[in-house]
């Protein structure tokens, strides 16, 4: 089992920043990729960003130029940073961690963490 827990979120004005931060604890000798996930009132959660163990980092482009992923692989630990917020970014986001297994990927969760962009 993996846990994860997220720090960080809250409220900020337009053109703020922010930043996660999630750690992971347990069995994490497998955890191949970890990332962000987000989800907006009467939305579909969406990935925001991820990045592997070896430090490639893909996002999506809705946040590219603006936010920034990194990994410390020694501490285990994943963050957001989150620039030049808008409105939109408003959402709970939700720390991710995949595990390879026999069977095929796993994923975990974080109990999310709440983002809001309003002035």
């Known amino acids: 089992q993996v846990q994860l827990v997220e720090s960080g979120g809250g409220l900020v004005q337009p053109g703020g920043s922010l930043r996660l931060s999630c750690a992971a604890s347990?069995?994490?000798?497998?955890?191949?990729?970890m990332g962000w996930y987000r989800q907006a009132p009467g939305k579909q959660r969406e990935s925001v960003a991820h990045?592997?163990?070896?430090?490639?980092?893909v996002y999506a482009d809705s946040v590219k130029g603006r936010f920034t992923i990194s990994r410390d692989n020694a501490k285990n630990t994943v963050d957001l940073h989150m620039n030049s917020l808008r409105p939109e970014d408003t959402a709970v986001y939700y720390c991710?961690?995949?595990?390879?297994?026999?069977?095929?990927?796993?994923?975990?969760w974080g109990q999310g963490t709440q983002v809001t962009v309003s002035s």
């Open positions: 991710n961690a995949v595990e390879a297994t026999i069977t095929g990927p796993y994923d975990y």
């Open positions: 990045i592997t163990s070896g430090g490639t980092a």
């Open positions: 347990g069995s994490i000798s497998n955890i191949y990729a």
